[in-house]
């Protein structure tokens, strides 16, 4: 017997983040504050964890829900 279930895809994406949240917020424009608070949203919702010098992207579908309903 077949399951014609949709199959799920699991994606581990793990970005290298040397820079610190203040060059960040000054490369877009923006301030430190306003960065640190976006990361700590993007951690409470479980988009991404961070670790020491990486930003793990947990939640790939969350990640873009966000992004397409703020831009």
């Given at each position: 017997m077949?399951?014609?279930?949709?199959?799920?895809?699991?994606?581990?994406?793990?970005?290298?983040?040397n820079?610190?949240?203040?060059?960040?917020?000054?490369?877009?424009?923006?301030?430190?504050?306003?960065?640190?608070?976006?990361?700590?949203?993007?951690?409470?919702?479980?988009?991404?964890t961070?670790?020491?010098?990486?930003?793990?992207?947990?939640?790939?579908?969350?990640?873009?829900?966000?992004?397409?309903?703020?831009?």
């Amino acid at each position: 017997m077949e399951h014609n279930s949709p199959k799920r895809i699991l994606i581990d994406i793990e970005v290298n983040n040397n820079l610190p949240n203040e060059e960040i917020a000054r490369l877009i424009g923006s301030t430190r504050a306003v960065v640190n608070r976006h990361i700590q949203e993007l951690k409470k919702c479980g988009a991404i964890t961070v670790k020491r010098n990486f930003i793990d992207v947990q939640n790939v579908k969350t990640l873009i829900a966000i992004a397409e309903d703020k831009y």
